[in-house]
């Protein structure tokens, strides 16, 4: 996972494993499936299991590879690799096209630069290594993100080290003006251009600025989008057997394989209690 994009017939059967085990799945005897995998693979906080899907996950160790090839430019398989496949001309930035896809191994760390890109920021220390339009470094975000607009060559190749000169920032070198908002936001970035302070690759999403990847499997589009918060989050600040909180968990998401739920999932089953012989079958109603 760490250094290959694994094919679907690799990636499906270990998903099917995670699946089984939740469920007690065997070969002997198959087991209804009763919440779905999405919402099991989902955070505590979003009303999930907080389970790893194979394929984020396998995203998110190929980010990791990125990071890695980025920050550890000391190691010999970073400047081999640098030395085999990078182009020379544009070693300083991060785009994909510098990445040639050549070789498995180069291929894995062009694949895991999407997420790399989304959870990184940079610190800027001589400004040399960071491009004003395109990267992270003004709290996070890249200025093309703040503002909206076309860009010329100039703009794409201008550095934060020829915007700012001597702790003076030459507005006339950008194509357009920007709103005074986000001029204060880049006036108050604490800038290095003394000594031999290196512009340094922050992660956004862990205290400690190190890449973290539980936070980058959670960056994919397919995982990052709006989720509702889950009320119910008491349950697993419960002080019980394991067995219970899953029982409470099933509750919640209304998933409890009583007659009523299979009936609204397309069993042909009869809901009507055969104690009371009043009501359906409900959770409740069972509790």
Request: proline content about 5%; aromatic content about 12%; hydrophobic content about 40%.
């Amino acid at each position: 996972m760490l250094n290959h994009l694994l094919p679907r017939r690799v990636l499906d059967p270990l998903d099917r494993v995670s699946k089984n085990f939740i469920w007690g799945t065997t070969q002997e005897k198959l087991k209804l499936h009763m919440v779905s995998w999405e919402k099991i693979t989902s955070p505590k906080e979003h009303g999930g299991l907080g389970i790893q899907a194979a394929r984020p996950k396998n995203m998110a160790m190929l980010a990791k590879l990125h990071w890695r090839y980025k920050t550890e430019k000391d190691k010999f398989w970073v400047k081999v690799l640098s030395h085999k496949y990078e182009n020379p001309k544009k070693s300083l930035f991060f785009h994909l096209e510098s990445l040639n896809p050549w070789g498995n191994n180069w291929k894995a760390i062009n694949l895991g630069f999407p997420i790399f890109k989304k959870g990184i920021w940079w610190r800027i220390g001589n400004g040399h290594g960071v491009r004003v339009w395109l990267d992270n470094w003004i709290n996070g975000e890249s200025l093309q993100g703040m503002i909206k607009g076309p860009l010329r060559q100039e703009d794409v190749e201008l550095i934060v080290a020829a915007l700012c000169r001597d702790h003076d920032w030459r507005w006339e070198l950008l194509s357009f003006e920007l709103p005074d908002s986000v001029k204060n936001k880049v006036k108050a970035i604490l800038l290095q251009f003394f000594g031999s302070g290196k512009d340094t690759i922050m992660w956004k999403f862990s205290k400690d600025s190190e890449f973290s990847t539980g936070s980058a499997y959670q960056l994919p589009p397919s995982l990052n989008q709006q989720k509702t918060s889950f009320k119910e989050q008491w349950i697993w600040k419960l002080d019980i057997l394991p067995k219970i909180i899953s029982f409470l968990w099933l509750c919640v998401h209304g998933s409890i394989p009583v007659k009523y739920v299979l009936a609204e999932r397309g069993v042909n089953c009869d809901k009507v209690c055969p104690v009371c012989k009043q009501h359906d079958v409900s959770i409740i109603h069972l509790l």
